[in-house]
């Protein structure tokens, strides 16, 4: 029988890394995840067993401590593209791709005023870039992920079509709750990635509270509105919202009524809304 190997990569994941840098007692704090992954002339070692031109993946968790060391990993960008063309350089690689995760702390509010070395992490929202270092040059894409969100009011969901099969009631006031993922690319190298998700981040939110939503696409379409109007410098987004169903517990069993105050969380199955939208389009 013959058989073709098509496509194969090989690399490093979940390489866990906390920097701490001190100065004038005031201390910062960067926690990522990264993940690397090589394409290359290594088509011998998965039909042949030949490891020659293998860099072992030890070697690659080895060399972001040793970047880390010596360079700043704020903005994750930055330090993304930095191990991403450090990885190209090496012998039979055509392609480097690493995405990292940063977990997001913030300061600890004491005495005040925020701690100089204390912090909390509320959730488990991350910043994220994706780097991919080739022939045609570098592409970042940046992006928030498992933003959860929620309001108790200002969400409504009525005038949708039925069959036979639908008995979902129409509501002008319901809780809405997601989970925002939205990646975006830059026209151009941005030079500011810190400064540009700081803004989308806060654009994600303010919108998402003060818009009357009329459908998680309603919500969608108006989030990336929002996003590019506060970013010049991001030419596309996408987005990525599921709905986080919060329902209405029956309590006449009971002998109670509920008018929108007692309510289960369902996380399975829930409703997921994409969208890209890109400046100009």
């Known amino acids: 029988m013959s058989i073709s190997l098509v496509r194969n990569s090989y690399g490093k994941s979940r390489v866990r890394l906390v920097k701490v840098r001190r100065a004038d007692g005031r201390h910062e704090l960067t926690d990522i995840d990264v993940d690397i992954q090589l394409e290359g002339d290594f088509d011998d070692a998965y039909t042949r067993g030949d490891n020659g031109k293998v860099l072992p993946t030890d070697t690659m968790k080895n060399t972001v401590y040793a970047l880390a060391k010596g360079h700043p990993v704020e903005p994750i960008e930055d330090f993304g593209v930095l191990l991403a063309e450090h990885f190209l350089g090496k012998a039979h690689t055509r392609r480097a791709r690493v995405d990292i995760a940063e977990n997001v702390w913030s ?5 005040g005023a925020p701690h100089r070395h204390a ?6 929202e991350r910043r994220t870039a994706e780097i991919t270092a080739g022939p045609g040059g570098v592409e970042i894409v940046s992006g928030i992920a498992d933003l959860l969100v929620l309001k108790t009011s200002g969400s409504a969901f009525s005038g949708f079509p039925r069959d036979t099969y639908t008995t979902l ?3 002008e006031d319901r809780i809405l709750s997601t989970l925002i ?4 690319r830059a026209a151009a190298r941005d030079e500011a990635p810190t400064a540009t998700w700081e803004r989308a981040r806060r654009a994600l939110l303010e919108t998402f509270a003060e818009q009357h939503s009329l459908s998680v696409q309603h919500t969608i379409h108006a989030l990336g509105e929002a996003v590019l109007a506060a970013c010049p410098a991001v030419d596309e987004l996408s987005l990525s919202l599921p709905n986080k169903h919060c329902l209405l517990v029956d309590l006449s069993p009971f002998g109670f009524g509920n008018d929108n105050e007692i309510f289960v969380p369902v996380d399975e199955p829930h409703g997921l809304i994409h969208a890209t939208m890109k400046r100009g389009g």
């Open 107 to 111: 300061r600890i509010d004491a005495g």
């Open 119 to 124: 912090f909390l992490r509320a959730g488990a």
């Open 169 to 171: 009631k129409e509501t």
């Open 181 to 184: 993922l939205a990646r975006w």
